[in-house]
């Protein structure tokens, strides 16, 4: 049963950097999206964006300009960096897995499916 | 962006009823929506994929239908369990997005 893991800082200060890691077990990092989703305390979900095994990235236009999403398939582990931090990126953050079986890519932007595994989630304080 | 509406917002019910939630999608997604239950402190599950396929390990009383723009989850019988938050998400397009939520409580 593949199962995703979050790690990192719980408090970090305003107009710094927030870095998350998420450890892929018992399971493969190839041939899926690998994402990353929000959730502000007593909010809904907001997706920050995915990366391929290839490498391939896509993020969300509203916070495209703060955010880099890595891997190391060597590691079983891809990363989320989030720029210039401020209080409303307060968040429980979330990795999630989806499959590839989704629309093409060229006329939607995007080509994977449904998140089918989610890790537990990490709780980011942004405070100083 | 494409923008999910859910209706309604919030919704009591007793143990046993059957639960309807909806979902608009502001342009066409095909099928690509999909439906996810939250408990409190929990991450979301995947309940539903493709607007009406039972994610594995669901129970078969949770159910979807819909396409193009209109969608619905439902609960056929609802159980403790059920209670909770569900949210719709299109996974059609970029952005992804997700639906505001729907609050399924105790009457």
């Known amino acids: 049963q593949v199962q995703l893991q979050e790690s990192g800082p719980g408090l970090v200060k305003p107009s710094e950097t927030l870095s998350l890691t998420c450890t892929v077990s018992a399971g493969s990092i190839s041939a899926f999206h690998w994402s990353w989703v929000r959730q502000p305390p007593g909010k809904g979900l907001e997706w920050i964006g995915y990366i391929y095994d290839s490498g391939t990235t896509n993020y969300n236009p509203s916070l495209r300009s703060r955010v880099t999403i890595s891997i190391d398939t060597s590691k079983n582990q891809f990363s989320l960096k989030l720029r210039s931090l401020t209080a409303a990126d307060t968040a429980l953050y979330y990795c999630a897995r989806a499959d590839s079986l989704g629309p093409d890519y060229e006329t939607t932007g995007y080509s994977g499916g449904a998140f089918d595994i989610w890790g537990q989630g990490t709780m980011v304080t942004v405070s100083s | 962006d494409i923008q999910m509406t859910q209706s309604p917002s919030s919704l009591s019910a007793s143990v046993g009823d059957r639960v309807t939630i909806t979902c608009r999608a502001s342009?066409?997604?095909?099928?690509?929506l999909n439906w996810y239950q939250q408990k409190p402190g929990r991450a979301p599950k995947l309940l539903i994929y493709g607007a009406s396929t039972l994610q594995s390990g669901v129970p078969s009383r949770f159910s979807g239908s819909g396409s193009g723009t209109d969608f619905t989850l439902t609960i056929s019988s609802l159980q403790p369990e059920d209670f909770a938050t569900y949210y719709c998400q299109q996974s059609y397009s970029s952005p992804l997005t997700f639906g505001q939520g729907t609050k399924v409580e105790v009457k």
């Open positions: 342009q066409f997604i095909g099928t690509y």
